[in-house]
């Protein structure tokens, strides 16, 4: 399993936080991301009043040929987006502790304005432990 990058993205389609942990995917600029989180906001909005079977809350997986996206919506709109090998089992529950560590250092710091990128040491060292020392890009 390896675990390529984390992405969170605000309820308004805005990049909040990313980060990359492993090499195997194209190195983007700040602007690219930007716009890469902007269209999967789009296409998780579309995939949600698609449903044939009534609500939905959007995609959970987008399996590419090489990797994968695991998707987890929160109550607030918050999306936390895992890039992931196709053989990864584990997004699920990685991504609820990534939650968890979301929830304690970035949604308690008096000091983080909501809808506003992620400056937290103490969240980077809780995905650092979780995941990994990640990749400098």
Sequence with gaps: MAIFGLWVI??????????????GLAHLTSNEYLVLAGTLHGI?????RLS?????????????????????LTATGTKFVLLTSLSDQT???VLQKIYEAYADAVMKNP???????IRSEGFDARISTLIGSGVST
């Design 10 to 23: 605000n309820k308004a389609g805005g990049l909040v936080y990313q980060r990359s942990f492993a090499d």
């Design 44 to 48: 998780h909005a579309i995939t949600s």
């Design 111 to 117: 000091f983080q304005t909501p809808e506003m990128p």
């Design 52 to 72: 044939p079977t009534g609500t939905s809350s959007g995609a959970h997986v987008i399996e590419a040929e090489t990797f994968k996206m695991t998707i987890f």
């Design 91 to 93: 997004a699920d529950s």
